[in-house]
T-cell receptor, first 108, second 114 residues
Framework: QKEVEQNSGPLSVPEGAIASLNCTYS??????FFWYRQYSGKSPELIMFIYSNGDKEDGRFTAQLNKASQYVSLLIRDSQPSDSATYLC????????FGAGTRLFVKA | DAMVIQNPRYQVTQFGKPVTLSCSQT?????MYWYQQKSSQAPKLLFH???????NEADTPDNFQSRRPNTSFCFLDIRSPGLGDAAMYLC?????????????FGPGTRLTVT
């Protein structure tokens, strides 16, 4: 079992729709959870972080954390073609572990 | 603007020819990381420095070395690159080493081995 798992995708959504990206992790001691966006050929860019159970909203992005289920998700509302990228989930406890990412494609 | 800078952005080296990748930061962060990322894979942590303290990952090959001469700069040395070392090399920084500190990445160096 991988320490941080994400569906590789691609996840395809129409412009204006909600994109839902999911991530599960194995270490129950994990404390912090991060979402990074990575465009093809570029480096990861931090979008959001969340520490506590529940939802955290920042503009069109909402991170959701459920520690009991070891599950973290990222919702992107009003998806735009410019949101097309790979989204990496990172989970931090003793050290930070990255998932391999989910490719999102937003169709215009 | 405070940032993480990597040079060069693209590096071509020959099989077995040593290569050095550079990272600098103006964020004054304590921790600097080196990751290797291959296509469609997660970034793989090679090692990190907490201030001057070097922390190597158990599965990082001896072929990979690092130096941090001061707070701002960190170097990745690949002593004898093999074809399997072709990848994107990412430098990242964080303000401190605890779990709550997010990492900021430089633009990366794409390494090609011929």
């Amino acid at each position: 079992q991988k320490e941080v798992e994400q569906n590789s995708g691609p996840l395809s959504v129409p412009e204006g729709a909600i994109a839902s990206l999911n991530c599960t992790y194995s270490d129950r001691g994990s404390q912090s959870f991060f979402w990074y966006r990575q465009y093809s050929g570029k480096s990861p860019e931090l979008i959001m972080f969340i520490y506590s159970n529940g939802d955290k909203e920042d503009g069109r992005f909402t991170a959701q954390l459920n520690k009991a289920s070891q599950y973290v998700s990222l919702l992107i509302r009003d998806s735009q073609p410019s949101d097309s990228a790979t989204y990496l989930c990172a989970v931090s406890g003793f050290k930070t572990i990255f998932g391999a990412g989910t490719r999102l494609f937003v169709k215009a | 603007d405070a940032m993480v800078i990597q040079n060069p952005r693209y590096q071509v080296t020959q099989f077995g020819k040593p290569v050095t990748l550079s990272c600098s930061q103006t964020l004054n962060h304590n921790v600097m990381y080196w990751y290797q990322q291959k296509s469609s894979q997660a970034p793989k942590l090679l090692f990190h420095y907490y201030d001057k303290d070097f922390n190597n990952e158990a599965d990082t090959p001896d072929n990979f070395q690092s130096r941090r001469p001061n707070t701002s700069f960190c170097f990745l040395d690949i002593r004898s690159p093999g074809l399997g070392d072709a990848a994107m090399y990412l430098c990242a920084t964080s303000r401190d080493g605890g779990a709550t500190y997010e990492q900021y990445f430089g633009p990366g160096t794409r390494l090609t081995v011929t």
